[in-house]
């Protein structure tokens, strides 16, 4: 399948590698390989909303909304929340403060099934501890719901009037990192 940036393609496709070899490799590396499927796509997600933002125009005003200093970047959930808001909420929280409420967290939880749960593995790993009771299962489903999530966020952007086109292939992706490295 094709994607929205050289990266988003190089992650997802790095997850479906990790999924992979979960499935069908030692029981002894299931849990790295599983961790591995989710961090990248926690990982794909954030690239693809990045890549939305970016073209769409939005960057500094979701910077400006979330109050992140100049040279700073705004965390997944902190993107997810301003993103939602901006484009789809009935109504609209005008400051950050109002932004992170239980109503909003319920709403995302509601509107991209899965990502709570990929969201926590992630921070967990980024803070060093690792969940011992992921399993091929989980992972295979919350994968699932990464993907999904992605082609919600870029439906969310169409609606929006920034109709974002996936033409980039895993292997356009790698060749293009190939001239990269070539011409540094």
């Avoid at 509601?110 to 749960?117: C, H, I, Q, Y």
């Avoid at 989980?138 to 609606?159: G, P």
Wanted: with cysteine; proline share 2%.
């Amino acid at each position: 399948m094709s994607e929205i940036s050289n990266n988003s393609a190089i992650l997802i496709a790095t997850s479906f590698q990790a999924l992979n070899r979960a499935k069908t490799g030692n029981k002894s590396t299931l849990l790295c390989n599983c961790t591995v499927t989710i961090l990248f796509a926690s990982f794909f997600i954030e690239e693809n909303l990045d890549v939305i933002i970016k073209k769409m125009g939005k960057n500094r005003e979701m910077k400006n909304f979330l109050r992140i200093k100049k040279h700073g970047h705004p965390g997944l959930l902190d993107k997810l929340a301003w993103y939602f808001n901006y484009c789809s909420a009935n109504s609209k929280a005008d400051s950050r403060e109002k932004l992170f409420t239980n109503r909003l967290e319920g709403r995302l939880n509601k509107r991209f099934p899965g990502f709570k749960r990929i969201y926590q593995i992630r921070n967990d790993v980024a803070h060093g501890k690792i969940n011992r009771r992921l399993n091929l299962k989980e992972t295979k489903k919350l994968r699932i719901q990464a993907k999904a999530i992605v082609n919600d966020l870029l439906d969310i952007a169409a609606v929006a009037g920034c109709k974002i086109p996936r033409n980039i292939t895993y292997y356009m992706a790698i060749s293009n990192s190939e001239e990269q490295l070539a011409d540094n």
